[in-house]
């Protein structure tokens, strides 16, 4: 995938990202994005962000969520329920 800013490639990382519910102000971490090393900006999914609000439903520790945890435990659960 290319760079919207800057058309140079785009490589995997793990950021975060706040995102408010209700009142509460939000902390999503190990969030998976897109980088671009040229420019410096960040890609995240607009779906990824929506499974992050719905694992904040589920998962919400204080006001962090680790993104990558959460969907380990999904994978866990989807599985146990086809075992």
């Known amino acids: 995938m290319k760079c ?4 140079k490639k785009l490589f995997p990382i793990s950021t975060e990202f706040t995102f408010t519910k209700g009142t509460m102000t939000i902390k999503a971490i190990n ?7 040229c420019c410096g900006k960040t890609y ?15 998962y919400l520790e204080g006001n962090v ?18 075992l």
């Open 31 to 37: 969030v998976p994005a897109l980088h671009c090393n």
């Open 4 to 7: 919207m800013n800057c058309n």
């Open 65 to 82: 969520i680790n993104y990558a945890e959460c969907e380990a435990a999904e994978i866990v659960a989807t599985m146990s329920l086809l």
């Open 44 to 58: 995240i999914d607009e779906t990824v962000k929506e499974k992050a609000k719905g694992f904040a439903r589920v």
